[in-house]
């Protein structure tokens, strides 16, 4: 034989009342004089299998086992597909790989201008150092923008390579300060570029992607353009003759001390 649990008054301080019990006096005016002015104050609730199971009435603001339904819904069976892929737009994984290909091709040319000038009858081995190290810088964050386009759950997808000029003497500006304002348009052609992934990632409100170009890139590229800049004001005063060689042993010396 099955019990039915009765109905159950939940009182504003904390008492209750079964339906088979009478009300006191007391507890009649404390319904009188509370439940009129504040009717919100008095929570009905059927205790059923316990009192362990009441749910009184309130307004729900989250519901995570039922919210979490279509999320679920989303999550892929198919084994070539990302587990870990949420909002990132296929123009996002697009322009990441895109990207990727630019800072390689930088990093190629910059590798072209250190061997160039590492060669035994140029010998500006400062100069050297200052393009293998941009090189490896560039290399550097092509592999960055590769892990994060692994972490949103895309494809890294690598692309064709230009081949570099070998040679960067020049008649008139001589061979530093052309392959030094060479480096300061492909800075400012890269911030281009990733200028062009922040706008991708606006257009699709990837507030990740924004932050992770802002964070990582950008500050540090107006740096390199700032940087460079002042050493091709350098070199266009120093002309192609004796300057060259201090110039050189600047670069050679730079962080020597650190």
Known sequence: MLLRASPTIFLPNGATAG??????????SMLSSSSVSSPSAIVCS??????????????VVFEPFEEVKKELNLVPTVPQQSLARQKYADDSESVINEQI????NVSYVYHAMYAYFDRDNVALKGLAKFFKESSEEEREHAEK??????????????QSIIMPLSEFDHAEKGDALYAMELALSL?????????????????NNDVQLADFVESEFLGEQVEAIKKISEYVAQLRRIGKGHGVWH????????GAAV
């Open 19 to 28: 339906a088979g019990e009478n009300f006191s006096g007391s507890m009649l």
């Open 46 to 59: 059927a205790a059923k299998g316990g009192a362990s199971n009441n749910r009184p009435l309130t307004g």
């Open 101 to 104: 290909n630019v800072e390689y």
């Open 145 to 158: 923008f590769m892990e994060y386009q692994n972490k949103r759950g895309g494809k890294v997808k690598l």
């Open 187 to 203: 800075e400012k052609l890269t911030n281009e570029k990733l200028l062009h992934v922040h706008a991708v990632a606006s257009k």
């Open 247 to 254: 110039f050189n042993q600047m670069l050679l010396n730079e």
